[in-house]
């Protein structure tokens, strides 16, 4: 039987995709240091389901810190979506988080890696932010990576770290840049998690700019598929794909299908653009579609009512 390892098992992502195999009967086994970028109760909740499991194991482990020649021996494919996330907190001090986690712990999974020969497909998580400020939408895998932020610098140096490895190596691995993923589990700094949590509250809601700024939204079901297609198709080797929902929605008509959702107005308030966000962002899913069968599947109306009622059951 095929055994998994998802890094990062215990974030909003690696969790979800950590439930989907489990509940398929897979074996998993999950690392993840539970670190403080975000309140680690929250992650300990994300794995409480999990360990229900009993073909499920956790690492509670720094990955710099771990044996990867052992740990690959064990297993088939490899789901790597431990980095240190956001791109506000990417600025200043807190840069050398994002070298660490994101450029050096792929590094040394990669290495581990090319030794490996029974590694049939690692799929790393990328990101939107490599394109920074596009100026095409939708935005093809070929439009030439501009990061805004060091964030998305980090991201792209992972990305290019695989691409290394799989040219010269021939590590089998696939790089999926995700754009804004939501749903249920979504971590406490993004903008859906804090404007749900704030209507709870009835306290008002920061809206970055003026709230014109457009995205790609992809709830989580889908990146999950999108990471089981690029696991099993030998085509997905070498590869960079976008995954984006499928539709480029204006912030204030989110804004607007969260208040119908919940149920009443949301108390707006107008903030100061954050630096290293992009304006805009659109994925053409064109490459993904032809290789990994990929299809969003989950409208946003439906992953926001999803996602809501999640966040009401963990505030009560
Ligand atoms: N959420 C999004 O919208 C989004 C968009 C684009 C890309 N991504 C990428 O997807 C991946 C998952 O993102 P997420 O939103 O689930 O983030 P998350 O912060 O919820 O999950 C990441 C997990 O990795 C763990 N981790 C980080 N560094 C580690 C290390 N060195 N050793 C062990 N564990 C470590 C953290 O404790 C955390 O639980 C990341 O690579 C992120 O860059 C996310």
């Known amino acids: 039987m095929t055994t998994y390892l998802i890094t990062g098992v215990a974030g909003f992502i690696g969790s979800n995709l950590a439930e989907t195999l489990l509940k398929q009967g897979e074996n998993v086994i999950g690392i993840d240091e539970f670190n403080d970028y975000y309140d680690p109760n929250l992650k300990r909740n994300n794995v409480i389901s999990l360990l229900k499991y009993p073909q499920f194991q956790l690492i509670e482990a720094d990955l710099l810190t771990l044996d990867w020649h052992k740990l690959l021996q064990e297993v088939s494919v490899v789901f790597h979506q431990a980095a240190q996330a956001g791109v506000r907190a990417s600025w200043g001090k807190g840069f050398r988080q994002y070298t660490e986690k994101n450029i050096n712990a792929t590094q040394i999974i990669l290495e581990a890696a090319k030794d490996t020969p029974t590694l049939q497909s690692l799929v790393a998580a990328s990101s939107s932010s490599v394109y920074g400020n596009a100026e095409t939408f939708p935005t093809a895998e070929t439009v030439c990576p501009q990061p805004v932020s060091p964030y998305g610098i980090t991201k792209l140096a992972a990305e290019r770290l695989c691409s290394l490895y799989y040219h010269n190596f021939g590590v089998p691995v696939t790089s999926l840049r995700y754009f804004t993923v939501y ?23 920061d809206i970055y700019g003026d709230g ?76 993904a579609q032809r290789i990994l069968g990929y ?22």
């Open 212 to 287: 014109q700024q457009t995205r790609d939204f992809t709830f989580v079901s889908d990146v999950v598929a999108a990471n089981l297609a690029a696991a099993t198709i030998p085509e997905a080797a070498g590869e960079v794909f976008n995954i984006g929902g499928g539709s480029r929605v204006v912030l204030t008509d989110v804004l607007d299908t969260m208040e119908s959702i919940i149920g009443r107005p949301l108390r707006r308030s107008h903030v100061e653009n954050a630096k290293g966000d992009a304006r805009h962002t659109s994925a053409d899913v064109t490459k």
């Open 183 to 205: 749903g249920p589990r979504q971590r406490p700094d993004m903008a859906f998690h804090k404007f749900f949590k704030a209507a709870l509250q009835d306290q008002p809601i």
């Open 295 to 316: 299809q969003p599947q989950v409208s946003l109306a439906e992953g926001l009512t999803k996602e809501w009622q999640w966040i009401q059951s963990i505030n009560n």
